[in-house]
């Protein structure tokens, strides 16, 4: 079986659950809708909420907030402003859903492909993107938007969002990037070269049973 049959049986078996799916983490009341990941099925979520850098007081951008972590959980730590966006309307709708339902009043929840629809004015001290890191061809086509948030074909995703990020940053703003291990790291470094950006490993950690370690990567332009 290939990476993509094994990736496309756990999308599959992450929807056979019976829907909502409805659970507290990190004091807060949530729960997943049909055709959002499964909190069940994917971890990565968890660990990148509980392993992110202080927010206190900082303007927050993060890209595919899914069902709503770790946008909501930085919201609650005293981030000033969180800026949630998702190209999935499925996505964006359980995130508001999970935003009125904890009453959490410093999020924005808007639809966007990475910065398509993020006003260029707008300024942020973090932007943070949970970045599908699974390689495909460039003429890959998604069977669905579920597999928007785990295939990343020809690593366009990540060119883009690295490319157009610091753009969106305030003067010591940085991009924050959730990548794990079963990533091309050789085309994460072209990518950052190409940019003439800088980057510095913050962090890294998996769960038991779980087979890849996520990583969360610092990186702004060179000085």
């Not at 910065?115 to 943070?128: C, G, L, M, T």
Request: one cysteine or more.
């Amino acid at each position: 079986m290939t990476t993509f049959d094994q990736l496309r049986r756990r999308l599959e078996l992450s929807q056979q659950h019976t829907f909502p799916l409805s659970f507290q983490e990190f004091g807060l009341e949530l729960s997943v809708n049909e055709g959002v990941f499964s909190s069940l099925d994917f971890q990565s979520w968890r660990w990148y909420a509980d392993n992110f850098p202080s927010v206190a007081g900082k303007s927050i951008l993060e890209i595919g907030c899914g069902f709503g972590l770790p946008g909501l959980y930085l919201a609650k730590l005293g981030a000033a402003s969180v800026v949630a966006c998702d190209i999935n309307p499925k996505a964006v709708t359980n995130t508001l859903e999970n935003v009125a339902r904890n009453d959490i009043q410093n999020v924005e929840v808007i639809e966007s492909d990475i910065f398509s629809n993020i006003p260029r004015h707008r300024k942020f001290d973090f932007i943070f993107w949970n970045c599908p890191s699974i390689f495909a061809p460039d003429d890959y086509e998604y069977r669905d938007n579920l597999e928007r948030a785990a295939i990343n074909p020809g690593y366009k995703l990540l060119s883009r969002f690295l490319s157009e990020g610091p753009e969106f940053l305030t003067e010591s703003g940085s991009i924050l990037l959730g990548f794990a291990s079963d990533a091309r790291d050789d085309l994460l470094s072209e990518i950052i070269d190409a940019n003439d950006l800088a980057s510095v490993l913050l962090g890294s950690g998996t769960y038991p049973h779980v087979s890849v370690t996520w990583r969360i990567f610092s990186i702004r332009k060179r000085a």
